[in-house]
């Protein structure tokens, strides 16, 4: 009786694997094919049942080696909405999980937008994806995603600054409940304000930046604390320009925590010379966004950042301009930053963050954020035109972090060879055979030719130099492939009935921040 139910156990195993392989309903099936097997099975002699076991064990155990091999390596029961299909001219190409990560990487002209990028949005679209869009080319992104989205079930909001479509205050009481947060949104400003690299910060530079960025810090808990109408970066930096040092000292000495923050400023009063050298370096800081229509871009608060939140979703794109991004870069830095924080909650919509020129913004540990982000159903979309723009802005270790925490790597056109032997470095080693040939110059006229195996990669880096637009590479899971991606017919709109502020409505903004500005500190 044991032999039997041993035979029938075995075969319906190899029955239920082979079923749920094929039809993923092997457990309903396989309790017909038990009983079905098990009958005869109570008729066989026991050698013949013996037989039978030693025929199908060593077929049941390659096919679970071959079952527990294939479950590691696919992610098989992901939903379709993390795999993404491409349009290509020939074959097919797909990634199995989108909260991998893609870094895409290709020179201008390469046809990043118009090919990967469209691909991107178009699936994130159809599954409905909440997300930010960094849109660095002045509408170029928001054109292609807008008529995507527009009678979509998810809202699309414009965070821009000429023309204006929505306003945000990425420094709402909400969105900084404690210290920490407000020193976290102090230094991504600063940063992106004073241009840091990695490479500068020390010494004596290094401590007049933490100084500003402790007034700063300051500025924003006492605003918050105390004056929340007024807790805005445009109310901020008037209050800013308008307080003397003594009435600055008196403010943020006010409080513990304030105080706490800006130490460093306050205790170096005595010393004139450095109390004018971190007023001064503030100060400038502050003058690249004193504009009028950032001022009223930052003013209002028309979106709720937390936009994978299922009772609010949103798509928000935040437009750039490559002429003006000295001063715009460092506010949409902030606005980001505060919006990643805000999604980083777990069980909320699935999302994505797509950074067209990336490395434009300095980002708060951003070789921490794609890992951290894929716990919250989060996809990270990370685009640039060449890795070295990467390395200068991070530094090159924490560069390197930042893309291999990306599964996906799409490598276009390169006009940088080392940017191109760093593609390279990505593909498996093939053998290839070496013929040399040597020819003696005496008069017996010896002519020796030798044959070498040698080790080179499988894509040399001279491919990328050849690469056409819309052409890539694309490494995914351990496999490469060389891909042309098909032409699209692209729609392109924005908005047509959206009514944008004049600018008598700008002005006014204006005039009434330093008006409240001037009535706050006259209160004090």
């Keep these: 009786m044991a032999l039997h139910l041993l035979l029938a156990y075995a075969v319906c195993t190899i029955g239920f694997l082979t079923l749920e392989r094929i039809y993923n ?7 017909a094919l038990a009983g079905i097997i098990f009958s005869p099975t109570y008729f066989l002699t026991q050698k013949n049942i013996l037989i039978c076991l030693l025929l199908i064990l060593p077929l049941l155990l390659e096919i679970l080696l071959i079952h527990g091999f294939r479950n590691q390596d696919q992610d098989e029961n992901l939903a379709p909405k993390y795999r993404v299909p491409f349009l290509l001219q020939n074959g097919s190409f797909k990634i199995q999980n989108l ?30 994806f909440c997300g930010i869009i960094h849109d660095y080319k002045n509408f170029e992104l928001t054109e292609l995603a807008y008529p995507l989205y527009r009678k979509s079930n998810i809202p699309f909001f414009i965070i821009s600054f000429d023309p204006i479509f929505h306003r945000v205050n990425p420094i709402a009481p909400p969105y900084l409940p404690d210290e920490e947060s407000v020193n976290e949104v102090a230094r991504v400003l600063m940063e992106n304000l004073l241009e840091q690299k990695d490479q500068y910060a020390s010494g004596s530079t290094r401590f007049f930046n933490d100084a500003v960025e402790g007034i700063l ?23 800013y320009q308008l307080m003397t040092s003594e009435q600055l000292i008196r403010f943020l000495s006010s409080d513990f925590t304030s105080r706490g923050m800006a130490d460093a400023f306050i205790s170096g009063i005595d010393s004139e010379r450095q109390t004018a050298a971190v007023k001064g370096t503030l100060a400038n800081a502050f003058k690249k966004i004193s504009t009028r229509k950032i001022f009223f871009t930052l003013s209002g608060n028309d979106i709720a950042l937390d936009i994978n939140n299922p009772e609010n979703p949103a798509v928000v794109s935040i437009v750039n301009n ?41 980002l708060l540990n951003m070789h921490r954020v794609p890992a951290t982000l894929r716990s919250y159903d989060i996809a990270t979309l990370y685009v640039m035109q060449d890795k070295i723009q990467n390395d200068l802005l991070y530094g090159e270790k924490a560069s390197k972090a930042i893309l291999s925490n990306l599964s996906y790597q799409f ?44 080790e080179v990669s499988k894509r040399r880096a001279d491919l990328f130099f050849r690469l056409k637009p819309g052409q890539f590479v694309a490494y995914a899971d351990g496999k490469e492939k060389l891909i042309q991606f098909k032409r699209q017919r692209l ?34």
């Design 25 to 31: 309903r092997g457990v309903w099936l396989n309790l």
């Design 99 to 128: 909260r991998r990560g893609v870094s895409i990487t290709g020179a201008a002209g390469s046809g990043k937008t118009e090919s990967v990028i469209y691909n991107f949005l178009q699936h994130l679209h159809r599954h409905q």
């Design 217 to 239: 810090s300051g500025l924003i808990w006492k605003l918050r604390t105390y004056h929340p109408a007024c807790c805005t970066l445009p109310h901020l930096i008037a209050i």
């Design 322 to 362: 490559p002429k003006l991004d000295a001063a715009y870069s460092p506010v949409i830095a902030t606005i980001i930053h505060i919006i990643i924080k805000q999604m980083s909650v777990r069980g909320r919509e699935s999302s994505f963050i797509l950074m067209e020129e990336a490395p434009t913004l300095r």
């Design 411 to 454: 490598f276009g056109k390169a006009n940088d060879p080392a940017t191109a032997r760093y593609y390279e470095q990505f593909f498996e080693l093939t053998h290839k055979e070496m013929i040399s040939v040597s020819e003696s110059r005496s008069m017996n006229f010896d002519t020796r030719i030798t044959r070498s195996q040698r």
């Design 491 to 524: 729609l392109k709109s924005l908005p047509s009935l959206f009514r944008h502020p004049g600018r008598e409505d700008i002005e006014e903004n204006f005039k009434k921040i330093y008006l409240e500005a001037s009535a706050l500190i006259n209160s004090l």
